[in-house]
């Protein structure tokens, strides 16, 4: 049923702290109370005993600190990341909890300029979020969560319940383009709404759902990031559970990460470690193979070896593991959009074009995009882009090929290597690859016909010497016997 609803935003913490507000299991005690103090003051009482906790949360709560009196000590804990987080708490008409969600989000958005080219845009929550529309569920009825937020854009999920389980069906996101201070300059203007289905697994109705790694979904050229989430749809009795439900990036066996893998790592879950700038370059990163469908009918295939070499700070090497890269993108008549996600801690985009104006049409890679995460918080490390390549053409209606090491200048700090490359991203037919048009051969493959001709050249200049000679001695014998 259709109930009160309210909701709180708060600076998120890193993990293994806890908003002050919340008593130990994370949530208000009382109600309207705001999340105080920020995560300097509570690493302390996360590491300590639980006496010592419970006296922290008691003299906290009495000296009734606020968040809004210390806005910047997050920035003061060693730089972690700071941004809103929001919390509903939807009851239903006899003011008991039905639905709880607590969570941070943010969204990367592409969209396209008056000059007719293209720019990412970052949308934050704000520290005044709505909440209008969220409601209770039931066994025949939907729960839906739903916030607006910023100049016009919302955001919603809703859950169903079947057979004793829960779980997120679609999730709907509208942004503003008509909002100048996050889309300067944007062609489209107005809300634009785009529908994602979830892939959450069905969870015990008696469970509460906790991932406190990242989560995302890319969809028409958004990228919606989620972390930090504890959500139970259907609450029972008023009560949020104390049995937990996680995630797969949350299990034991998943490390803690803080940027995306390294090459030559030979463990699946890995952290990073920078290499010195005299270690040996690592090995070329496996060929993944990676395709997009329209229906049931494929249109784009790739099948490339990626590596990242970033020079930000200290020299990076980061290879692109095809086991935990997902595709996902857009078709087209004379564009297409391969998106690559490896663990939801690299983001590459490659945009394809097909030339019109020439005589014989061909396509051509003219964008890559590389955004790369903080696995725990969903924080940007790094974005960069280049919307000027011309590389990677061929006839329309034939592939791409290129077995050496390319090598494509997104910035002065990133570079993508590129290995056993070969692309179609149009007019694929029967799901295979069309002719090749193999890109400039080195030098080196030259080498052995010039080798052979030159040798060929060499033994007929030797024949006609050896000719002249034996003519001339044979001459000059007839003269003297004459």
């Not at 990242?214 to 028409?220: P, Q, R, V």
């Not at 564009?335 to 663990?343: C, F, I, Q, V």
């Not at 939801?344 to 985009?349: A, C, G, M, P, S």
């Not at 400039?440 to 033994?459: K, Q, T």
Request: proline letters at 5%; a neutral charge.
């Amino acid at each position: 049923m259709a109930g009160r609803e309210k909701s709180k935003t708060s600076l998120s913490c890193p993990a293994r702290t806890s908003p002050i507000n919340a008593s130990p299991s994370g949530r208000c005690e009382k109600p309207g109370c705001v999340v105080p103090i920020t995560c300097c003051v509570t690493a302390g009482f996360a590491a300590a005993g639980a006496v010592t906790q419970a006296l922290g949360w008691a003299l906290l709560r009495a000296a009734g600190l606020r968040a809004s009196a210390f806005p910047s000590l997050c920035d003061k804990c060693g730089g972690f990341f700071q941004s809103y987080a929001v919390e509903v708490d939807v009851k239903d008409a006899s003011n008991v909890t039905c639905l709880y969600a607590q969570w941070m989000m943010k969204f990367l958005i592409k969209y396209e300029t008056n000059s007719s080219d293209y720019k990412n845009a970052s949308l934050d929550l704000t520290s005044t979020v709505t909440h209008n529309g969220s409601i209770c569920g039931s066994d025949t009825r939907a729960a839906l969560l739903a916030v607006q937020f910023g100049d016009g854009h919302s955001w919603s999920v809703n859950f169903t319940k079947n057979n004793g389980t829960y779980r997120a069906e679609f999730i709907t996101f509208t942004y503003n383009t008509n909002d100048t201070a996050v889309f300067p300059d944007a062609r489209r203007q107005g809300p634009v709404t785009i529908v994602v289905k979830d892939a959450m697994h069905p969870v015990q109705v008696d469970n509460v759902f906790v991932c406190h790694h990242t989560i995302s979904f890319e969809a028409e050229n958004v990228t919606q990031i989620f972390w930090n989430v504890t959500m139970q749809p259907f609450v029972q009795n008023g009560t949020i559970s104390k049995k937990e439900s996680r995630c797969s990036a949350d299990t034991p066996t998943a490390a803690p990460t803080v940027l995306p893998t390294v090459a030559n790592v030979t463990t699946a879950s890995t952290t990073i470690s920078p290499a010195p700038t005299t270690a040996p370059k690592p090995e070329n990163p496996v060929t993944g193979n990676y395709s997009l469908k329209t229906g049931n009918k494929t249109c784009l295939l790739a099948t490339v070896g990626l590596q990242l070499n970033i020079s930000q700070d200290k020299p990076l090497l980061i290879n692109i593991d095809p086991k935990t890269t997902g595709a996902d993108g857009t078709c087209g008549n004379t564009s297409a959009t391969l998106k690559l996600n490896d663990g939801n801690r690299t983001l590459i985009d490659f945009i394809f074009v097909v030339n019109a104006s020439a005589s014989v049409q061909k396509f051509y890679l003219k964008e890559v995009n590389v955004t790369l995460l903080n696995h725990q918080n969903g924080s940007v490390i790094l974005s960069a882009d280049n919307n000027n390549f011309s590389k990677w053409d061929a006839s329309l209606g034939n592939s791409y090929m290129c077995r050496k090491e390319q090598t494509l200048e997104i910035n002065e700090d990133l570079q993508v290597h590129t290995f056993n490359l070969w692309v179609q991203p149009f007019l694929v037919k029967e799901n295979k690859f069309s002719i090749a048009e193999d890109c400039s051969p080195e030098v080196d493959y030259f080498i052995v016909p010039i080798a052979v001709g030159a040798a060929l050249g060499g033994l007929v200049v030797l024949v006609i010497v050896a000719y002249l000679l034996g003519h001339k001695k044979h001459h000059n014998a007839g003269y003297e016997q004459f």
